[in-house]
């Protein structure tokens, strides 16, 4: 695609309950990342896939926190038993090697 | 670990005056530096970024930031600011180069006036 996307664009979710969130990056871009945008925060850095493996997953920030890459390509950060201070924007950036990172228009997920 | 500081969390301007954000790194070794822009509604978009060479860097819209490494600076510039630049604005640096991941700033809101 021309740029990255992801889904679903708002999640309404209880707390205890999981979400999955979706990323789709820019057609041969090799590293992916996922941040967290809080309110009043600025962006802070998950995980980072370089294909499919993730050399970097200091940012989660449990273990209820997990992301996985296949094909190179489309990822999918999980939330387990979601809990209220969850609550925030997941954006995806996707990057051709050492480049230029290319955000996604984010999830804001909301856990009541 | 690195920070980045942006010490303007709301900057109100007027059409036509000039602007000035405020960046801070703390890192001692090589970086990259990076400003993104957020306009309402939108997702974050590159506003210009420094790799190497030349410590001023000129970017989209008639933005420019200034590298200055012995102030750990990266300051963002705009001669006369526009209603549309009414936005967000963030500053990121990369640090770890077999990492890539970008440390953002909280942002600066900035409000024009018109």
């Known amino acids: 695609g021309a740029g990255v996307s992801q889904s679903p664009s708002n999640k309404v979710t209880e707390k205890g309950k999981d979400v999955e969130l979706r990323c789709d990056p820019i057609s041969g871009h090799t590293a992916l990342y996922w941040y967290r945008q809080s309110l009043g925060q600025g962006l802070e850095f998950l995980i980072y896939?370089?294909?499919?493996?993730?050399?970097?997953k200091s940012g989660l920030p449990s273990d209820r926190f997990s992301a996985e890459r296949t094909g190179g390509s489309v990822s999918t950060l999980t939330i387990q038993r979601t809990q209220q201070e969850d609550s925030a924007v997941y954006l995806c950036a996707s990057s051709l090697g050492v480049g230029t990172q290319y955000f996604g228009p984010g999830t804001r997920l909301t856990v009541l | 670990a690195q920070s980045v500081s942006q010490h303007n969390h709301h900057v109100i301007l007027s059409e036509a005056a000039s602007l000035e954000l405020g960046c801070n790194y703390s890192y001692g070794g090589t970086v990259n530096l990076f400003w993104y822009v957020q306009y309402p509604g939108q997702h974050l978009q590159l506003l210009l970024k420094y790799f190497s060479g030349d410590p001023l860097v000129k970017g989209i819209k008639g933005f420019e930031a200034e590298f200055i490494k012995s102030k750990f600076s990266f300051n963002l510039r705009k001669p006369s600011v526009q209603w549309s630049d009414t936005a967000e604005y963030f500053c990121?640096?990369?640090?770890?180069?077999?990492?890539?991941?970008?440390?953002f700033g909280t942002g600066t809101r900035l409000t024009i006036i018109p």
């Open positions: 990121a640096v990369r640090t770890n180069f077999g990492n890539e991941k970008l440390t």
């Open positions: 896939f370089q294909g499919n493996s993730a050399p970097d």
